[in-house]
T-cell receptor, first 111, second 114 residues
Framework: GESVGLHLPTLSVQEGDNSIINCAYS??????FIWYKQESGKGPQFIID?????DKRQGQRVTVLLNKTVKHLSLQIAATQPGDSAVYFC??????????FGTGTRLQVFP | NAGVMQNPRHLVRRRGQEARLRCSPM?????VYWYRQLPEEGLKFMVY????????ESGMPKERFSAEFPKEGPSILRIQQVVRGDSAAYFC????????????FGDGTRLSIL
């Protein structure tokens, strides 16, 4: 069935380092991908999105890379800060309106 | 601009009671989505609505659950005769257009069943 999975459930990084969060997706029909950040007790917060006709998109301190050949998505956070500590989800839309979420990666930033 | 507003933030019900969760989308958004999240898990799609129409309810249990988005007022997710397994966080999202537009989420309703 459809699934979006993550390789690492928890990622620990030192403040100032770069973080890379990975995501594998299985539905080749997916044409739109989103990364969300979720802090404790809050809803998912939109970070960045990418469409399937692109392989890279940059935002402020964040970059999303899409490799359709191996169905892989990654989120890179530059100069990670304590405020980046949260759970990060990738989500895909396989040609429908609903989002399919992965199980999440917890990012812990140490001083 | 106000974001997606959900209320109540926390709701406690006893088994067999009804739970009503409300969601007001962002201004200008006409598409509403409901998701459910269990602890340490990702969000699972339940239902997608536009004003006065249910577009996709493929993720919603066939019994006890219903959703509406009336012409006036918030979207409502209704759970009848709640059971312990209904305990979860329920999130609402909205978007201005369908497909390939980011959905923006509220802070959810935490439903606890005693």
């Amino acid at each position: 069935g459809e699934s979006v999975g993550l390789h690492l459930p928890t990622l620990s990084v030192q403040e100032g380092d770069n973080s890379i969060i990975n995501c594998a997706y299985s539905n080749s029909a997916s044409d739109y991908f989103i990364w969300y950040k979720q802090e404790s007790g809050k809803g998912p917060q939109f970070i960045i999105d990418i469409r399937s006709n692109m392989d890279k998109r940059q935002g402020q301190r964040v970059t999303v890379l899409l490799n359709k050949t191996v169905k892989h998505l990654s989120l890179q956070i530059a100069a990670t800060q304590p405020g980046d500590s949260a759970v990060y989800f990738c989500a895909e839309t396989p040609g429908t309106d609903k989002l399919i979420f992965g199980t999440g990666t917890r990012l812990q930033v140490f001083p | 601009n106000a974001g997606v507003m959900q209320n109540p933030r926390h709701l406690v019900r006893r088994r067999g009671q009804e739970a009503r969760l409300r969601c007001s989308p962002m201004k200008g958004h006409s598409h509403v989505y409901w998701y459910r999240q269990l602890p340490e898990e990702g969000l699972k799609f339940m239902v997608y609505l536009q004003k006065e129409n249910i577009i996709d309810e493929s993720g919603m249990p066939k019994e006890r659950f219903s959703a509406e988005f009336p012409k006036e007022g918030p979207s409502i997710l209704r759970i009848q005769q709640v059971v312990r397994g209904d305990s979860a966080a329920y999130f609402c999202a909205s978007s201005p257009l369908r497909s390939n537009q980011p959905q923006h989420f509220g802070d959810g309703t935490r439903l606890s069943i005693l």
